[in-house]
């Protein structure tokens, strides 16, 4: 478990244009809050283009209708966490992390690392849903930075009694009527949970779920029970939105990747022996 020190780096952050979603530029700024910790945050259904579509035999779909390609996108602020920041209840180091986290933009997302729960659909590129009835599991295929994807076991089996921590954790999956359920755990300490950086301790446990509103809308909550970095469990949530026809694209994160400049902020050298929590 990382320990409690914190490097403050100066940061920007930016819009990014989207397939389908909306990461919305509003919040802290409008309520006059500092940046990351607004009292009210705007969450907008997609209108519906239509019903959600759905199987032969009824059963709820991630993709299009028909197993039609699409991509996901939020819609959703990029300065708010996924729950108001007064209603989060942090333990005193993680709140100060977290406050720290508002001044630097450092994130491991940007250095291309997999970003696990609410972080994985907070990106301008989308991901992709895929079941595998046969296999018994549904992919999500990660666009932009890590280019990864993340496997939910569907077969009924428990968590192995030995997880080895890793960004995505260990996932098992349900149907609760419309609604995929999907129970985690087994995280490494090494991704923020959202986009502001909430930060999160390997004894997280979370509770996904997924439940399809229309042929173009999603609500996803993500509950999170993690006695590392929190007083009592919460829940955050929002809307994602469908593009249809649209499909992931190869991404080199590396590649002419002009940031490393930019993400130290006003430094000009890095402090190599500091402990850093990212």
């Known amino acids: 478990m990382y320990r409690r020190s914190i490097l403050m780096i100066a940061g920007v952050s930016c819009a990014l244009p989207l397939l389908g979603g909306q ?10 809050a500092p940046r990351g910790q607004a009292p009210v945050i705007q969450r907008r259904e997609p209108a519906s283009k239509g019903p959600a579509p759905r199987s032969a035999t009824g059963k709820m779909l991630l993709d299009g ?10 819609q959703f602020g990029i300065l708010d966490p996924i729950l108001e920041f007064p209603k989060v209840p942090f333990q005193p180091w993680a709140k100060a992390l977290y406050v720290a986290r508002q001044a630097d933009e450092l994130e491991p997302h940007t250095r291309c690392h997999p970003s696990g729960l609410a972080r994985q659909f907070l990106t301008p590129y989308g991901v992709e849903f895929v079941e595998m009835p046969e296999l018994q599991r549904i992919f999500i295929f990660d666009e932009g930075g890590p280019h990864t994807f993340r496997t939910i076991y569907m077969d009924g089996r428990s968590h192995p009694k030995n997880v080895e921590p890793s960004y995505y954790g260990h996932s098992i999956g349900w149907w609760d009527g419309d609604t995929l359920v999907v129970d985690t755990i087994g995280y490494n300490e090494k991704f923020w949970l959202d986009r502001r950086g909430l930060p999160h301790t390997d004894q997280m446990h ?22 590392g ?15 249809p026809d649209q499909e992931l694209w190869e991404y080199v994160c590396q ?9 130290v902020g006003s430094f000009k050298t890095m402090d190599r022996t500091t402990a850093i929590v990212p």
């Open 23 to 32: 990461l919305l530029a509003q919040g802290p700024a409008a309520s006059g």
């Open 65 to 74: 209708p028909n197993g039609t390609v699409g991509l996901w996108t939020p």
């Open 206 to 227: 979370t509770l996904e779920r997924f439940t399809r509103t229309s042929l173009n809308g999603m609500k996803y909550e993500a509950t999170v029970d993690d006695p």
């Open 229 to 243: 970095a929190y007083t009592a469990p919460w829940t955050g949530w929002f809307y994602l939105s469908f593009t």
């Open 255 to 263: 590649q002419a990747n002009y940031a490393g400049d930019l993400m």
